[in-house]
Nanobody, 119 residues
Framework: VQLQESGPGLVKPSQTLSLTCSVS??????????WSWIRQPPGRGLEWIGS???????YYTPSLKSRTSIARDTSKNQFTLQLSSMTPEDTAVYFC????????????WGQGTQVTVSS
């Protein structure tokens, strides 16, 4: 299973970040998995942003919920993240990952993509 993030490395303040996670070796509609976005700001720990399930339900961390949208394109086996009203505090490495419902750990991760918010 491989996950690969793609998207812009630089975003201006107030803009919307759009990232795509392309999945190979597994199908995002297969029963039993959450597909998640996680980020790590510089010098800080991992922060879960949100997830989309195999059936298309979405869940978001409360602090970001008003600015976050996760969707999927099943024809391309991809899921996406949109984070609006970006500020420099959103600068981070953004990861996509898979989480089995039967386990609280992520079993596959993308390599991560650096996103910097700056004018």
């Amino acid at each position: 299973v491989q996950l690969q993030e793609s998207g812009p490395g630089l975003v201006k303040p107030s803009q919307t970040l759009s990232l795509t996670c392309s999945v190979s070796g597994a199908t995002i509609t297969t029963n039993g998995y959450y597909w998640s976005w996680i980020r790590q700001p510089p010098g800080r720990g991992l922060e879960w942003i949100g997830s989309i399930t195999y059936s298309g339900h979405t869940y978001y961390t409360p602090s970001l919920k008003s600015r976050t949208s996760i969707a999927r394109d099943t024809s391309k086996n991809q899921f996406t993240l949109q984070l609006s009203s970006m500020t420099p505090e959103d600068t981070a490495v953004y990861f996509c990952a898979r989480e089995p419902l039967s386990d609280s750990e992520y079993d596959y991760w993308g390599q991560g993509t650096q996103v910097t918010v700056s004018s």
